[in-house]
């Protein structure tokens, strides 16, 4: 999902940073993008960790300039009966999904009030709107993307920033097909069944819908929840 969000900014016309945990697949989608003619970077980074983030978001502020636009999109899913939820795994959960997106919005909110434009998206989930079982600890660090969204949308409202969340639900991509192969999602077609539009979603619509709350057209949408699900959660 990442990838295709980096891939539609970058043909929008933006210079894009790919920050992920795995560097070398970070590295990859750099130059997948630069072959496709971008201009993209590529830093190891784990979201949890603040400083680390910090100097990631330097070098990008070195290497392109003020930083305009932010998505975040890292995310770790886990499944597990409420009561076999170890602290250890809520912590984990909690930390990538929520507090990665605390560290990344602080380091680049600075950039964007010095400009008084700016356009945040965070990936949440449709667990945080409709209460996923079996991923407690999931969904309500989801929850909490979802409401910091809106808080953050209301804070800078009047500076120019932007701020929204996409909730996905049901999209083909590495998570959605490893938690498939554990058992925890049936397979496509049966996941298919359950969706209005009746197929799953592309990181490319997750892309498309993204790439126009980040666009100069979206600036009047803010704190808003765009459900990009087949219809899933209406
Ligand atoms: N696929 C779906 O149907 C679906 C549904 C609801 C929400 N989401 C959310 O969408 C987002 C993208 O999910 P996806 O399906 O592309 O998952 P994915 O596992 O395919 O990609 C997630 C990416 O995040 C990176 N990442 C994980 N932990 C990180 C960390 N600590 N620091 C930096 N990078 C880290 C991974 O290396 C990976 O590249 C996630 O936040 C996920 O929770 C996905």
């Excluded at 993209?40 to 305009?68: H, L, N, P, S, Y």
């Excluded at 912590?91 to 945040?120: E, K, S």
Aim: charged share 15%.
């Amino acid at each position: 999902m990442g990838l295709s969000i980096c891939a539609a900014l970058a043909e929008a016309g933006h210079r894009v940073a790919v920050l992920d945990i795995n560097g070398t697949a970070a590295q990859r989608a750099a130059e997948h993008l630069r072959a496709d003619g971008a201009t993209a970077m590529a830093c190891a980074v784990d979201v949890t960790d603040r400083d680390a983030v910090r100097e990631a978001v330097r070098k990008v502020r070195v290497e392109f300039g003020a930083i305009e636009i932010l998505v975040t999109s890292a995310g770790l899913v886990d499944f597990a009966p409420f009561t076999d939820i170890t602290p250890e795994a809520w912590n984990r959960v909690v930390a990538v999904n929520l507090d990665g997106v605390f560290h990344c919005a602080q380091a680049v909110v600075p950039d964007m009030l010095a400009a008084g434009w700016g356009r945040i998206v965070t990936i949440s989930s449709s667990s945080a709107q409709r209460g996923s079982p079996g991923m407690v600890h999931y969904t309500a660090s989801k929850g909490a993307v979802l409401a910091m969204t809106k808080a953050l949308a209301r804070e800078y409202a009047a500076a120019g920033i932007t701020v929204n969340t996409i909730p996905p639900s049901g999209i083909d991509t590495p998570m959605s097909r490893r938690s498939q192969a554990a058992g925890h999602l049936p397979d496509s077609a049966v996941m298919a069944k359950a969706i209005p539009v009746g197929h799953l979603g592309t990181g490319e619509d997750i892309a498309a819908a993204c790439a126009f709350l980040c666009s100069e057209q979206a600036g009047y949408i803010t704190g808003q929840v765009l459900g990009v699900n087949g219809g899933s959660v209406i």
